[in-house]
């Protein structure tokens, strides 16, 4: 059937087109989506010297037995060992092979103001220590975390000469003496899981010297233009709320031009910074939530992952009092990842067993009706007649199959189950990221900073 005449002239399409390719070019080069690879689900601060390469082991075993003296890992997670083996035993692997998946070895608040050698020596060790990381990983000689690096002192007045000077000595002696490319683990001297905090970030201008900074580490230690990226850790209220009245995050990212790999929510400095008592400082605060639904609005379709804070609230004491910090803990994390914050900072060992057990039960727990949705989606003859019970949109069936892809990039969902359920793991992660370069099979389980296997 004829239908009308166009009205619009002819060519009117191509005229589109040019008027558009400056938006279409920044779209692709600020808004490309999700990777698709893996990301940690924790980070794990530990001050700069008291790290060893054996300091993910030993985390991994104090995990463990703090998990054993509270009954065992059911027990800790309040079910019946019988009714949820697979969990219970994924997460009792995971606490001996990869207790740690990021580790920040800290050279900022926690660690202090010292003396410039002892600063020195520390930034100096700190390289050699992430080296052995990468050592370890590659040759399965002991647990090793897939992301490591280190948060130095942030780019204010006070502290700016040390953080550039702490970034210089780790950087160079990390190129230079890591050993890495001898070892045939690194082309450029630099592990792939390589990760750098950039904190208290309250002015676009910190981040363009930060990327100036980079690229001057680029032309004197011979590395690959862009390939040092860093993180961004959000503390100050100029990040939310700049003084001219603007949302600086946008503004930020760009400035950083591709390499800002992840923003942090930094729990005690931003409430503090607005005047919240310490007994009512706490991820769940309405402060908090307001925070971080600014940030996670400023990085969606960004590519940059979004972290949550900590609790400062630590499973140490006598029984009554773990049992209570880690329900907290194992509250905060869950709640953590219904909002869609799927990493956050644990501080110490003990909460390792809270963090692994609420993630891989929350990965597990709606992979069933997930999986069934996606089948269904999948199966759809005639688009806009649903035979299924819930009528998914594309949206919507592509949170479904990120959700499943998060779910087996942090091993708490396999391969073998996405085959048994009907769905093949490539097609469920071109769902899940659309143009996502097709960089990691299901075994990879890569990240943007590692192309390794956990």
């Keep these: 059937m004829a239908g009308a005449a ?60 703090a998990a054993g003296e509270a009954g065992g890992l059911a ?30 070895l800290d050279l900022e608040d926690g660690y202090g103001e010292r003396p410039d050698a002892e600063e020195d020596t520390d930034a100096v060790r700190a390289a050699h220590t992430v080296a052995a990381f990468a050592r370890n990983r590659a040759s399965g000689a002991a647990p090793a975390p897939a992301f490591a690096g280190i948060r130095f002192k942030c780019f204010e007045a006070a502290t700016r000469a040390h953080g550039l000077r702490t970034l210089d000595l780790f950087l160079s002696t990390l190129v230079r003496e890591g050993g890495l490319t001898e070892a045939g683990i690194s082309e450029d001297g630099l592990p792939a899981g390589l990760v750098l905090t950039l904190p208290k970030v ?25 390939r040092p990226r860093f993180e961004i850790q959000m503390e100050t209220p100029a990040m939310i709320l700049g003084p001219d009245g603007t949302y600086p995050i946008p503004a930020m990212l760009r400035a950083a031009e591709g390499r800002v790999s992840a923003l942090h929510y930094g729990t005690y400095d931003y409430s503090a910074s607005l005047g919240i008592s310490g007994q009512f400082q706490s991820l769940e605060h309405p402060a908090a939530d307001h925070a ?11 590519g940059v ?13 006598d029984a009554a009092q773990r049992r209570e910090t880690w329900a907290l803990h194992a509250s905060l994390v869950r709640r953590s990842l219904e909002r869609g914050f799927y990493q956050g900072w644990d ?100 990240s943007p900073e590692t192309g390794e296997t956990p």
């Design 6 to 65: 166009p009205s619009l002239p002819a060519g009117f399409g191509h005229r589109a087109d040019l008027l558009l390719a400056g938006t279409d070019a920044d779209l692709a080069r600020f808004l490309p989506g999700d990777s698709g690879t893996r990301k940690p689900v924790h980070t794990c601060y530990v001050l700069a010297d008291l790290v060893t390469e054996r300091t993910p082991a030993e985390w991994g075993v104090a995990a463990s037995s």
């Design 75 to 104: 027990a800790l997670a309040g079910v019946d060992d019988a009714a949820a083996p697979d969990l219970v035993e994924q997460v009792a692997r995971k606490l001996r092979e990869e207790p740690v998946e990021d580790l920040r």
């Design 202 to 226: 309250s002015a676009v201008e910190q981040v363009a010297v930060m990327v100036e900074a980079y690229e001057a580490f680029e032309d004197a230690l011979g590395l690959p233009a862009g």
């Design 292 to 302: 971080k639904n600014v940030m996670q609005v400023a990085v969606a379709g960004t």
């Design 305 to 317: 992952r979004l972290l949550d804070g900590s609790t400062n609230r630590l499973p140490v004491g």
């Design 347 to 446: 501080l110490h060992a003990h909460q390792l067993p809270t963090r692994f057990l609420t993630n891989y039960a929350f990965y597990r727990g709606a992979f069933d009706d997930a999986a069934r949705r996606l089948v269904a989606y999948a199966g759809r003859s005639v688009p806009g007649i649903e035979t299924a019970d819930v009528a998914d949109e594309p949206a919507t069936a592509r949170a479904l199959a990120r959700y499943v892809v998060r779910g087996v990039l942090c091993g708490a969902v396999s391969e073998d189950e996405l085959r048994e359920k009907g769905l093949d793991p490539e097609t469920v992660r071109a769902v899940a990221n659309p143009g996502a370069a097709a960089s990691s099979s299901a075994g990879d389980r890569t």
